[in-house]
């Protein structure tokens, strides 16, 4: 499993280049402040699915600001998470309406 770090990244929802860079949807917007019901005033970005992330570094090169890196973690910890995966059914078929690749049938 990789962990991903983003570091202070000022303006997301203009930017949005590593969200739409990641092939599996693993770097998403998340609203922190909201100036209305309606209206959000304040994005921040956060890494959600987080062991669907394969360590590609889409994500690092696409932005502009440097401010994201990765970091390759256990592959016990990676295997364990795919297992979780294979297991769950609903989530499998969440992922194929999505057109994300399967992680859970490449792993070892």
């Not at 280049?17 to 309606?38: G, M, R, T, W, Y």
């Not at 394969?54 to 890196?69: F, L, Q, T, Y």
């Not at 309406?97 to 992680?103: D, E, L, M, T, Y």
């Amino acid at each position: 499993m990789v962990e991903i770090t983003i570091n202070n990244c000022q303006d997301p929802f203009e930017c949005k280049k590593c969200v739409q860079a990641c092939p599996f949807n693993v770097i998403a917007l998340d609203p922190v402040e909201l100036e209305s019901h309606e209206v959000v005033k304040k994005w921040q970005l956060i890494t959600i699915f987080k062991e669907l992330c394969n360590g590609c570094g889409r994500c690092v090169e696409a932005c502009p600001e440097g401010r994201i890196s990765i970091r390759e973690e256990a592959e016990a910890d990676r295997a364990k998470c795919v297992e979780l995966i294979r297991e769950d059914k609903e989530f499998q078929e969440y992922l194929e309406k999505r057109g994300v690749a399967k992680p859970w049938e490449n792993a070892a």
